[in-house]
């Protein structure tokens, strides 16, 4: 199956720094990514989407200067958490969709962020 | 917003069939139905996916009642490893295949 990679797995950080998180498509191309976020006990929340070389499509609800996209390459997507703070602690995940059979998205393994 | 309901929680004996069912009423016709799972603290795992035939793949099956209202997974031999969140998701693939989770069945497979 298709795999997609984040990083960093985890991530600590102090309120009000920025923090950046790759999504990385390894062994397919994929124009289209998602991010998602999830809260303790909740079930996933689509945040954006993004499409390589165009501006994302943020749910919403979700400030697009607080949480900065880049879809750069056919395999590499950015989420940047700009001045974060304590709410912002949650689970980061990002999908990409295949484009070929199954035709579907393909999820990564999730980052954790904390803001102390 | 959702468009699939589920019921919160199931249990099921190791080595039973599992069946999980899924209601999507408002599904329009080009929507697939998708299935994922997701075992604590990881991202989800697809496991299958169809639009109006029954389909079987390696981990599941899919039945879709023939008003495509409702489907059913069946994990054929639960195994304790596949305790998990299963979420069903209804998507249009031709435009934008975003995916918006419901707050999905916890299946707890009980030795």
């Known amino acids: 199956g298709a795999v997609v990679s984040q990083h960093p797995s985890r991530v600590i950080c102090k309120s009000g720094t920025s923090v950046k998180i790759e999504c990385r498509s390894l062994?397919?191309?994929?124009?289209?990514m998602f991010w998602y976020r999830q809260f303790p006990k909740k079930s996933l929340m689509l945040m954006a989407t993004?499409?390589?070389?165009?501006?994302?499509?943020?749910e919403q609800g979700v400030e697009k200067d607080k949480f900065l996209i880049n879809h750069a390459s056919l395999t590499l997507s950015t989420l940047t958490v700009t001045s974060a703070h304590p709410e912002d602690s949650s689970f980061y995940i990002c999908?990409?969709?295949?484009?070929?059979?199954?035709?579907?998205?393909?999820f990564g393994p999730g980052t954790r962020l904390t803001v102390l | 917003d959702a468009k699939t309901t589920q019921p919160p929680s199931m249990d099921c004996a190791e080595g039973r069939a599992a069946n999980l069912p899924c209601n999507h009423s408002t599904i329009s016709g080009n929507e697939y139905v998708y299935w994922y799972r997701q075992i604590h603290s990881q991202g989800p795992q697809y496991i299958i996916h169809g639009l109006k035939n029954n389909e079987t793949n390696e981990m599941a099956s899919l039945i879709i009642t023939e008003d495509r209202k409702s489907s059913t997974l069946i994990l054929p031999h639960a195994t304790l490893r596949d305790t998990a969140v299963y979420y069903c998701?209804?998507?249009?693939?031709?435009?934008?295949?975003?995916?918006?989770f419901g707050t999905g069945t916890s299946l707890t497979v009980i030795p």
């Open positions: 062994d397919f191309q994929a124009t289209t």
């Open positions: 999908s990409a969709h295949t484009g070929r059979w199954p035709d579907t998205q393909y």
């Open positions: 993004s499409n390589e070389g165009s501006k994302a499509t943020y």
């Open positions: 998701i209804a998507a249009n693939t031709n435009t934008g295949n975003q995916f918006y």
